[in-house]
Protein backbone atom coordinates (compact mmCIF):
# COMPACT_ATOMS: atom_id res chain seq x y z
CA UNK A 1 0.00 0.00 0.00
CA UNK A 2 3.00 2.11 1.04
CA UNK A 3 4.18 1.99 -2.35
CA UNK A 4 0.90 2.20 -3.97
CA UNK A 5 0.71 5.32 -2.25
CA UNK A 6 4.02 7.22 -4.30
CA UNK A 7 2.02 6.17 -7.78
CA UNK A 8 0.89 9.47 -9.70
CA UNK A 9 -2.46 8.97 -11.57
CA UNK A 10 -1.34 9.22 -14.99
CA UNK A 11 -3.86 12.46 -15.92
CA UNK A 12 -6.67 11.33 -18.39
CA UNK A 13 -6.08 12.23 -21.95
CA UNK A 14 -7.44 15.72 -23.00
CA UNK A 15 -8.42 17.18 -25.85
CA UNK A 16 -6.78 20.54 -27.26
CA UNK A 17 -9.33 22.90 -26.60
CA UNK A 18 -9.81 20.93 -22.94
CA UNK A 19 -5.71 21.84 -22.23
CA UNK A 20 -5.65 24.71 -23.71
CA UNK A 21 -9.32 26.88 -23.81
CA UNK A 22 -10.23 25.29 -20.37
CA UNK A 23 -12.77 22.81 -21.19
CA UNK A 24 -15.55 21.64 -24.34
CA UNK A 25 -17.81 24.87 -21.70
CA UNK A 26 -15.24 27.17 -22.58
CA UNK A 27 -15.54 26.71 -26.17
CA UNK A 28 -18.91 27.07 -26.36
CA UNK A 29 -19.02 30.20 -24.71
CA UNK A 30 -20.07 32.95 -26.69
CA UNK A 31 -17.09 35.71 -26.51
CA UNK A 32 -17.74 39.14 -25.56
CA UNK A 33 -16.17 42.53 -26.26
CA UNK A 34 -13.59 43.78 -23.77
CA UNK A 35 -14.35 45.28 -20.93
CA UNK A 36 -14.79 49.39 -21.61
CA UNK A 37 -14.41 48.77 -25.32
CA UNK A 38 -17.52 49.26 -27.02
CA UNK A 39 -18.40 48.52 -30.31
CA UNK A 40 -19.52 50.72 -32.99
CA UNK A 41 -22.45 48.97 -34.68
CA UNK A 42 -24.28 49.52 -37.73
CA UNK A 43 -27.10 51.37 -36.38
CA UNK A 44 -24.88 53.98 -34.53
CA UNK A 45 -22.18 54.78 -37.57
CA UNK A 46 -25.07 57.54 -39.24
CA UNK A 47 -24.30 59.28 -35.73
CA UNK A 48 -20.50 58.41 -35.86
CA UNK A 49 -19.98 59.50 -39.19
CA UNK A 50 -21.71 62.87 -38.40
CA UNK A 51 -19.23 63.56 -35.56
CA UNK A 52 -16.55 62.70 -38.17
CA UNK A 53 -17.55 64.73 -40.85
CA UNK A 54 -18.30 68.20 -38.29
CA UNK A 55 -14.70 67.15 -36.65
CA UNK A 56 -13.41 67.72 -40.11
CA UNK A 57 -15.42 70.35 -41.33
CA UNK A 58 -14.97 72.39 -38.05
CA UNK A 59 -11.09 71.53 -38.13
CA UNK A 60 -10.79 72.82 -42.16
CA UNK A 61 -12.56 76.15 -41.33
CA UNK A 62 -9.76 76.87 -39.07
CA UNK A 63 -7.31 76.14 -41.30
CA UNK A 64 -5.85 72.50 -39.37
CA UNK A 65 -4.13 70.08 -41.23
CA UNK A 66 -5.25 66.36 -40.58
CA UNK A 67 -2.21 64.14 -39.07
CA UNK A 68 -2.70 60.64 -38.19
CA UNK A 69 -0.05 58.99 -35.80
CA UNK A 70 0.54 55.66 -34.75
CA UNK A 71 -1.54 53.72 -31.87
CA UNK A 72 1.29 52.71 -30.74
CA UNK A 73 4.05 55.07 -29.36
CA UNK A 74 7.35 54.72 -26.83
CA UNK A 75 6.17 54.61 -23.24
CA UNK A 76 8.40 57.30 -22.51
CA UNK A 77 6.57 59.75 -24.77
CA UNK A 78 3.68 59.39 -22.44
CA UNK A 79 6.09 59.32 -19.09
CA UNK A 80 7.71 62.24 -20.27
CA UNK A 81 5.32 64.43 -21.82
CA UNK A 82 1.79 63.58 -19.98
CA UNK A 83 3.51 63.20 -16.32
CA UNK A 84 4.83 60.35 -14.21
CA UNK A 85 2.65 61.02 -11.68
CA UNK A 86 -0.59 61.63 -13.57
CA UNK A 87 -3.25 59.04 -13.34
CA UNK A 88 -3.29 58.29 -16.56
CA UNK A 89 0.66 57.18 -16.86
CA UNK A 90 0.74 55.68 -13.15
CA UNK A 91 -2.40 53.58 -13.54
CA UNK A 92 -3.94 53.47 -16.75
CA UNK A 93 -1.46 52.77 -19.42
CA UNK A 94 -1.29 49.67 -21.62
CA UNK A 95 1.82 48.85 -21.62
CA UNK A 96 3.44 46.16 -24.31
CA UNK A 97 6.38 44.87 -23.14
CA UNK A 98 8.51 44.15 -26.26
CA UNK A 99 11.82 42.93 -27.37
CA UNK A 100 13.23 46.76 -28.36
CA UNK A 101 11.79 48.53 -24.82
CA UNK A 102 8.70 48.95 -23.59
CA UNK A 103 5.81 50.50 -25.93
CA UNK A 104 2.47 51.91 -24.86
CA UNK A 105 -1.09 52.42 -26.47
CA UNK A 106 -1.44 56.04 -26.25
CA UNK A 107 -3.44 57.28 -23.95
CA UNK A 108 -4.01 60.52 -25.70
CA UNK A 109 -2.62 62.51 -28.99
CA UNK A 110 -0.95 65.54 -27.57
CA UNK A 111 2.40 64.37 -27.14
CA UNK A 112 2.33 62.06 -30.03
CA UNK A 113 1.41 64.98 -32.62
CA UNK A 114 3.90 66.63 -30.36
CA UNK A 115 6.27 63.92 -31.16
CA UNK A 116 5.47 64.19 -35.16
CA UNK A 117 5.96 67.89 -35.09
CA UNK A 118 9.07 67.55 -33.99
CA UNK A 119 10.35 64.90 -35.53
CA UNK A 120 9.56 65.90 -39.43
CA UNK A 121 10.75 69.45 -38.18
CA UNK A 122 7.19 70.97 -39.01
CA UNK A 123 8.72 74.23 -36.79
CA UNK A 124 10.66 75.18 -39.48
CA UNK A 125 7.48 75.56 -41.73
CA UNK A 126 5.35 77.94 -41.55
CA UNK A 127 3.80 78.27 -38.37
CA UNK A 128 1.42 78.31 -36.53
CA UNK A 129 1.10 74.33 -37.46
CA UNK A 130 -2.10 74.12 -36.96
CA UNK A 131 -2.83 69.98 -37.01
CA UNK A 132 -6.04 67.86 -35.91
CA UNK A 133 -6.43 63.88 -35.84
CA UNK A 134 -9.65 61.42 -34.70
CA UNK A 135 -9.45 57.58 -33.83
CA UNK A 136 -8.60 55.44 -30.25
CA UNK A 137 -7.38 56.56 -27.20
CA UNK A 138 -6.71 53.55 -24.23
CA UNK A 139 -6.85 54.44 -20.74
CA UNK A 140 -7.44 51.20 -18.46
CA UNK A 141 -9.83 53.25 -16.14
CA UNK A 142 -12.75 51.71 -14.22
CA UNK A 143 -15.13 51.63 -17.00
CA UNK A 144 -18.71 53.57 -16.38
CA UNK A 145 -21.03 55.52 -18.10
CA UNK A 146 -19.06 57.42 -20.42
CA UNK A 147 -15.80 56.71 -19.01
CA UNK A 148 -13.99 53.83 -21.06
CA UNK A 149 -11.06 51.97 -21.76
CA UNK A 150 -11.01 52.21 -25.22
CA UNK A 151 -11.97 55.91 -26.04
CA UNK A 152 -12.55 57.73 -29.52
CA UNK A 153 -11.12 61.67 -29.54
CA UNK A 154 -11.13 64.18 -32.17
CA UNK A 155 -8.21 66.80 -31.08
CA UNK A 156 -6.54 70.05 -32.71
CA UNK A 157 -3.18 71.27 -31.83
CA UNK A 158 -1.76 74.45 -32.49
CA UNK A 159 2.47 75.11 -32.53
CA UNK A 160 4.12 77.94 -33.04
CA UNK A 161 1.89 80.95 -32.53
CA UNK A 162 4.43 82.75 -29.97
CA UNK A 163 1.93 81.78 -27.35
CA UNK A 164 -0.44 84.31 -28.51
CA UNK A 165 -3.81 84.39 -26.50
CA UNK A 166 -5.93 84.93 -29.74
CA UNK A 167 -5.41 80.91 -30.21
CA UNK A 168 -6.46 79.83 -26.64
CA UNK A 169 -9.72 80.99 -27.85
CA UNK A 170 -9.67 80.06 -31.19
CA UNK A 171 -9.27 76.42 -29.92
CA UNK A 172 -12.36 76.66 -27.37
CA UNK A 173 -14.31 77.95 -29.66
CA UNK A 174 -14.01 75.24 -32.07
CA UNK A 175 -14.62 72.82 -29.58
CA UNK A 176 -17.80 74.98 -28.95
CA UNK A 177 -18.51 75.10 -32.80
CA UNK A 178 -18.00 71.03 -32.82
CA UNK A 179 -20.48 70.46 -30.09
CA UNK A 180 -23.13 72.95 -32.02
CA UNK A 181 -22.03 71.03 -35.19
CA UNK A 182 -23.57 67.84 -33.52
CA UNK A 183 -26.91 70.13 -32.57
CA UNK A 184 -26.11 70.22 -28.89
CA UNK A 185 -26.37 73.37 -28.03
CA UNK A 186 -25.47 75.82 -24.90
CA UNK A 187 -22.66 73.76 -23.56
CA UNK A 188 -20.45 75.44 -20.61
CA UNK A 189 -17.01 76.19 -20.91
CA UNK A 190 -14.83 76.27 -17.67
CA UNK A 191 -11.48 78.15 -17.76
CA UNK A 192 -8.81 78.58 -15.12
CA UNK A 193 -5.22 79.59 -15.57
CA UNK A 194 -2.59 77.73 -13.93
CA UNK A 195 0.24 79.91 -14.77
CA UNK A 196 4.21 79.04 -16.31
CA UNK A 197 7.46 77.60 -14.95
CA UNK A 198 8.16 81.15 -13.15
CA UNK A 199 5.22 81.74 -10.85
CA UNK A 200 3.65 77.67 -10.64
CA UNK A 201 6.60 76.55 -8.14
CA UNK A 202 6.09 79.77 -6.16
CA UNK A 203 2.26 78.75 -5.88
CA UNK A 204 3.26 74.90 -5.31
CA UNK A 205 4.87 75.75 -2.62
CA UNK A 206 2.37 77.60 -0.81
CA UNK A 207 -0.19 75.34 -1.70
CA UNK A 208 2.04 72.24 -0.04
CA UNK A 209 2.71 74.19 3.03
CA UNK A 210 -0.79 75.20 3.33
CA UNK A 211 -1.80 71.60 2.93
CA UNK A 212 1.35 70.49 5.33
CA UNK A 213 -0.59 72.25 7.85
CA UNK A 214 -4.01 70.80 6.96
CA UNK A 215 -2.42 67.19 7.68
CA UNK A 216 -0.89 68.50 11.02
CA UNK A 217 -4.30 69.89 12.57
CA UNK A 218 -6.41 67.38 11.09
CA UNK A 219 -4.55 64.13 10.12
CA UNK A 220 -7.98 62.65 8.52
CA UNK A 221 -9.29 65.75 6.95
CA UNK A 222 -7.36 64.40 3.84
CA UNK A 223 -7.75 61.44 1.56
CA UNK A 224 -4.95 58.86 0.87
CA UNK A 225 -5.05 60.23 -2.21
CA UNK A 226 -4.45 63.60 -1.65
CA UNK A 227 -1.88 62.67 0.81
CA UNK A 228 -0.11 60.79 -1.84
CA UNK A 229 -0.44 63.42 -4.35
CA UNK A 230 1.04 66.14 -1.91
CA UNK A 231 4.64 65.02 -2.35
CA UNK A 232 4.40 64.33 -6.17
CA UNK A 233 2.01 66.09 -7.96
CA UNK A 234 0.42 69.01 -5.97
CA UNK A 235 -1.85 70.99 -8.14
CA UNK A 236 -4.50 68.16 -8.39
CA UNK A 237 -5.49 68.44 -4.73
CA UNK A 238 -7.29 71.33 -5.65
CA UNK A 239 -9.43 68.83 -8.40
CA UNK A 240 -10.16 66.39 -5.83
CA UNK A 241 -13.90 65.37 -5.25
CA UNK A 242 -13.33 63.81 -2.10
CA UNK A 243 -15.74 64.85 0.42
CA UNK A 244 -13.67 65.35 3.47
CA UNK A 245 -11.30 67.01 1.38
CA UNK A 246 -13.59 69.68 0.30
CA UNK A 247 -13.42 71.96 3.33
CA UNK A 248 -9.74 72.24 2.88
CA UNK A 249 -9.51 72.81 -0.79
CA UNK A 250 -11.98 75.78 -0.02
CA UNK A 251 -9.85 77.66 2.21
CA UNK A 252 -6.44 76.42 0.22
CA UNK A 253 -4.76 79.59 -1.50
CA UNK A 254 -6.30 80.93 -4.97
CA UNK A 255 -4.24 80.21 -7.76
CA UNK A 256 -5.36 83.38 -9.78
CA UNK A 257 -4.23 85.32 -6.93
CA UNK A 258 -0.79 83.89 -6.77
CA UNK A 259 0.16 83.73 -10.69
CA UNK A 260 2.29 86.37 -12.32
CA UNK A 261 1.83 89.56 -14.21
CA UNK A 262 2.57 87.96 -17.41
CA UNK A 263 0.47 84.64 -16.99
CA UNK A 264 -2.58 87.26 -15.54
CA UNK A 265 -2.07 89.49 -18.40
CA UNK A 266 -2.31 86.28 -20.55
CA UNK A 267 -5.53 85.02 -19.11
CA UNK A 268 -7.45 88.46 -19.43
CA UNK A 269 -6.35 88.74 -23.27
CA UNK A 270 -7.85 85.34 -23.21
CA UNK A 271 -11.37 86.40 -21.65
CA UNK A 272 -11.40 89.10 -23.69
CA UNK A 273 -10.94 86.98 -26.99
CA UNK A 274 -13.85 85.27 -25.54
CA UNK A 275 -16.32 87.63 -24.63
CA UNK A 276 -15.65 88.93 -28.20
CA UNK A 277 -16.75 86.06 -29.32
CA UNK A 278 -19.92 86.09 -27.10
CA UNK A 279 -18.33 83.03 -25.46
CA UNK A 280 -19.94 82.41 -22.36
CA UNK A 281 -17.79 80.81 -19.65
CA UNK A 282 -17.10 80.29 -15.74
CA UNK A 283 -13.73 80.82 -13.92
CA UNK A 284 -13.18 77.68 -12.46
CA UNK A 285 -10.30 78.22 -9.59
CA UNK A 286 -10.00 74.30 -8.91
CA UNK A 287 -9.59 73.23 -12.65
CA UNK A 288 -5.88 72.34 -13.10
CA UNK A 289 -6.55 68.99 -15.62
CA UNK A 290 -5.34 65.50 -14.98
CA UNK A 291 -2.26 66.09 -17.72
CA UNK A 292 1.67 67.35 -16.42
CA UNK A 293 2.29 69.11 -19.74
CA UNK A 294 -0.51 72.39 -19.29
CA UNK A 295 0.68 75.76 -18.09
CA UNK A 296 -1.37 78.77 -18.21
CA UNK A 297 -5.09 78.58 -20.06
CA UNK A 298 -7.28 75.39 -19.26
CA UNK A 299 -10.73 74.56 -19.89
CA UNK A 300 -13.55 71.83 -20.51
CA UNK A 301 -16.47 72.14 -22.20
CA UNK A 302 -19.13 70.35 -20.55
CA UNK A 303 -23.18 70.01 -21.98
CA UNK A 304 -25.70 72.45 -20.02
CA UNK A 305 -26.26 70.04 -16.96
CA UNK A 306 -23.67 67.67 -17.25
CA UNK A 307 -20.71 66.36 -15.12
CA UNK A 308 -18.42 64.84 -17.55
CA UNK A 309 -16.64 66.74 -19.67
CA UNK A 310 -17.18 66.43 -23.04
CA UNK A 311 -14.00 68.54 -24.33
CA UNK A 312 -11.32 69.32 -22.87
CA UNK A 313 -7.64 71.50 -23.11
CA UNK A 314 -4.90 74.39 -22.90
CA UNK A 315 -2.01 75.65 -23.49
CA UNK A 316 1.38 73.64 -23.36
CA UNK A 317 4.40 76.01 -24.31
CA UNK A 318 6.49 73.29 -22.66
CA UNK A 319 5.64 69.83 -24.35
CA UNK A 320 8.08 70.35 -27.24
CA UNK A 321 11.10 71.06 -24.75
CA UNK A 322 9.94 67.71 -22.22
CA UNK A 323 10.36 65.63 -25.05
CA UNK A 324 13.34 66.82 -26.46
CA UNK A 325 12.42 69.10 -29.16
CA UNK A 326 12.98 72.64 -29.21
CA UNK A 327 10.34 75.56 -27.26
CA UNK A 328 7.57 75.76 -28.95
CA UNK A 329 4.34 77.68 -27.73
CA UNK A 330 1.35 75.13 -28.48
CA UNK A 331 -2.65 74.80 -27.48
CA UNK A 332 -4.97 72.85 -28.03
CA UNK A 333 -7.76 70.70 -26.89
CA UNK A 334 -9.70 67.35 -27.36
CA UNK A 335 -13.47 66.22 -27.09
CA UNK A 336 -14.49 63.02 -26.32
CA UNK A 337 -16.38 61.10 -29.08
CA UNK A 338 -18.11 58.57 -27.24
CA UNK A 339 -19.19 61.10 -24.39
CA UNK A 340 -21.41 63.36 -27.43
CA UNK A 341 -22.31 59.74 -28.91
CA UNK A 342 -23.64 59.08 -25.51
CA UNK A 343 -25.50 62.37 -25.03
CA UNK A 344 -27.12 62.94 -28.40
CA UNK A 345 -28.74 59.48 -27.93
CA UNK A 346 -29.75 60.71 -24.19
CA UNK A 347 -31.25 63.69 -26.22
CA UNK A 348 -32.80 61.69 -29.06
CA UNK A 349 -30.89 64.40 -31.07
CA UNK A 350 -29.39 61.64 -33.45
CA UNK A 351 -29.36 61.57 -37.44
CA UNK A 352 -31.83 58.85 -38.51
CA UNK A 353 -30.21 55.42 -38.38
CA UNK A 354 -30.50 54.06 -41.94
CA UNK A 355 -31.22 56.37 -45.15
CA UNK A 356 -34.81 56.97 -46.30
CA UNK A 357 -36.45 55.64 -49.43
CA UNK A 358 -33.86 52.52 -50.12
CA UNK A 359 -34.17 50.39 -53.34
CA UNK A 360 -34.33 46.77 -52.72
CA UNK A 361 -33.23 44.09 -55.63
CA UNK A 362 -35.24 41.17 -56.00
CA UNK A 363 -34.95 38.04 -58.08
CA UNK A 364 -36.47 35.07 -59.13
CA UNK A 365 -34.40 32.13 -61.01
CA UNK A 366 -30.77 32.01 -61.76
CA UNK A 367 -30.55 34.15 -65.09
CA UNK A 368 -32.58 37.15 -63.03
CA UNK A 369 -29.85 36.66 -60.31
CA UNK A 370 -26.89 36.91 -62.92
CA UNK A 371 -29.01 39.95 -64.26
CA UNK A 372 -29.49 41.92 -60.92
CA UNK A 373 -25.16 41.89 -60.53
CA UNK A 374 -25.07 43.43 -63.72
CA UNK A 375 -28.23 45.99 -63.15
CA UNK A 376 -26.75 46.83 -59.63
CA UNK A 377 -23.22 47.94 -61.06
CA UNK A 378 -25.55 50.16 -62.94
CA UNK A 379 -27.01 51.58 -60.30
CA UNK A 380 -24.19 52.22 -58.60
CA UNK A 381 -22.12 54.60 -61.74
CA UNK A 382 -25.47 56.49 -61.16
CA UNK A 383 -24.65 56.80 -57.29
CA UNK A 384 -27.86 54.98 -56.15
CA UNK A 385 -27.73 52.46 -53.18
CA UNK A 386 -29.33 49.00 -54.23
CA UNK A 387 -29.62 46.56 -51.15
CA UNK A 388 -30.59 43.06 -51.79
CA UNK A 389 -30.80 39.40 -50.48
CA UNK A 390 -28.76 37.59 -53.27
CA UNK A 391 -28.52 34.48 -50.50
CA UNK A 392 -32.47 33.80 -50.70
CA UNK A 393 -34.47 32.44 -53.52
CA UNK A 394 -38.32 33.07 -53.13
CA UNK A 395 -39.98 35.64 -53.78
CA UNK A 396 -42.16 35.77 -50.26
CA UNK A 397 -38.86 35.77 -48.63
CA UNK A 398 -36.41 38.66 -50.28
CA UNK A 399 -40.13 40.83 -49.82
CA UNK A 400 -40.17 40.00 -46.30
CA UNK A 401 -35.91 40.84 -45.76
CA UNK A 402 -37.34 44.41 -47.83
CA UNK A 403 -39.86 44.94 -45.59
CA UNK A 404 -37.43 44.72 -42.63
CA UNK A 405 -34.86 46.38 -44.61
CA UNK A 406 -37.86 48.92 -44.61
CA UNK A 407 -37.10 49.80 -48.38
CA UNK A 408 -39.60 52.08 -50.14
CA UNK A 409 -39.29 50.41 -53.46
CA UNK A 410 -38.32 46.62 -54.49
CA UNK A 411 -37.70 45.76 -58.02
CA UNK A 412 -38.56 42.65 -58.96
CA UNK A 413 -36.51 40.81 -61.57
CA UNK A 414 -37.85 37.42 -62.75
CA UNK A 415 -37.17 34.75 -65.09
CA UNK A 416 -39.88 36.36 -67.72
CA UNK A 417 -38.83 39.83 -67.51
CA UNK A 418 -35.49 39.36 -67.93
CA UNK A 419 -36.36 37.81 -71.61
CA UNK A 420 -38.54 40.71 -72.59
CA UNK A 421 -36.10 42.85 -71.08
CA UNK A 422 -38.43 45.10 -67.98
CA UNK A 423 -38.95 45.08 -64.36
CA UNK A 424 -41.80 45.29 -61.85
CA UNK A 425 -41.49 47.98 -59.63
CA UNK A 426 -43.37 47.81 -56.76
CA UNK A 427 -44.19 50.24 -54.07
CA UNK A 428 -43.36 48.70 -50.78
CA UNK A 429 -46.25 50.98 -49.11
CA UNK A 430 -49.32 50.63 -51.13
CA UNK A 431 -48.38 47.23 -52.76
CA UNK A 432 -48.90 49.46 -55.90
CA UNK A 433 -46.60 47.25 -58.83
CA UNK A 434 -45.72 48.86 -62.68
CA UNK A 435 -43.15 47.19 -64.96
CA UNK A 436 -40.81 49.78 -67.26
CA UNK A 437 -38.35 48.79 -69.62
CA UNK A 438 -35.18 47.44 -67.93
CA UNK A 439 -32.66 50.21 -69.72
CA UNK A 440 -34.89 52.80 -68.22
CA UNK A 441 -35.19 51.72 -64.79
CA UNK A 442 -32.09 53.33 -63.35
CA UNK A 443 -33.02 56.89 -64.45
CA UNK A 444 -36.73 56.24 -63.73
CA UNK A 445 -35.79 55.38 -60.25
CA UNK A 446 -33.95 58.24 -59.59
CA UNK A 447 -36.33 60.56 -60.27
CA UNK A 448 -38.80 58.61 -57.96
CA UNK A 449 -35.91 59.06 -55.21
CA UNK A 450 -35.53 62.86 -56.16
CA UNK A 451 -39.87 63.07 -56.18
CA UNK A 452 -39.90 61.34 -52.66
CA UNK A 453 -36.62 63.54 -51.11
P1 LIG B 1 -8.50 64.67 -21.58
O1 LIG B 1 -9.24 65.60 -20.70
O2 LIG B 1 -7.79 63.57 -20.92
O3 LIG B 1 -7.50 65.55 -22.42
O4 LIG B 1 -9.48 64.08 -22.64
C1 LIG B 1 -10.22 64.90 -23.51
C2 LIG B 1 -11.66 64.41 -23.59
O5 LIG B 1 -11.66 63.01 -23.93
C3 LIG B 1 -12.40 64.48 -22.27
O6 LIG B 1 -12.97 65.75 -22.06
C4 LIG B 1 -13.48 63.43 -22.48
O7 LIG B 1 -14.56 63.95 -23.23
C5 LIG B 1 -12.76 62.38 -23.32
N1 LIG B 1 -12.30 61.26 -22.46
C6 LIG B 1 -11.21 61.22 -21.68
N2 LIG B 1 -11.13 60.03 -21.05
C7 LIG B 1 -12.21 59.32 -21.43
C8 LIG B 1 -12.69 57.99 -21.13
N3 LIG B 1 -12.05 57.17 -20.33
N4 LIG B 1 -13.85 57.58 -21.73
C9 LIG B 1 -14.52 58.41 -22.57
N5 LIG B 1 -14.10 59.64 -22.89
C10 LIG B 1 -12.97 60.10 -22.35
C11 LIG B 1 -6.65 65.03 -23.34
O8 LIG B 1 -6.66 63.90 -23.72
C12 LIG B 1 -5.75 66.08 -23.95
N6 LIG B 1 -4.86 65.39 -24.91
C13 LIG B 1 -6.54 67.16 -24.60
C14 LIG B 1 -5.68 68.19 -25.23
C15 LIG B 1 -5.39 68.32 -26.54
N7 LIG B 1 -5.02 69.12 -24.59
C16 LIG B 1 -4.32 69.85 -25.46
N8 LIG B 1 -4.53 69.34 -26.64
Not at 85 to 99: A, F, P, Q
Not at 250 to 256: G, K, N, S, T, V
Not at 260 to 285: G, I, M, S, W
Not at 418 to 447: C, H, N, W, Y
Request: proline fraction near 5%.
Amino acid sequence: MAEKRGVKKKPARQSFARQNLGGRRRVREILQNVRGMHDILPDDQPQWEKMLRTARDVSETYGFRKIETPIVEQLDLFTRGVGEHTDIVEKEMYILKTGGGALALRPEGTAAVARAYIQYGMDRMAQPMKLWYAGPMFRHEQPQAGRYRQLHQWGIEIFGSDDDPIYDAQVILAMVRFAEGVRLRNVRIEINSIGCRVCRPLYRKKLVEYYRGVIHKTPKGLCEDCKRRLAVNPLRLLDCKNEICQPHKEQAPALLNSICAACKAHFRNVLEYLDELKLPYTLNQFLVRGLDYYNRTVFEVFAEEGTLALAAGGRYDYLTEMIGGKPAPAVGAAAGLDRIGELLKEKNLLPPARPKNKIFLVHVGDLAKKRSLVLIEEFRAEGVRVNESFGKNSLGAQLQSADKEQASIALILGQKEVFEESIIIRDMQTGAQETAPLSQVVPLIKKKLQEMA
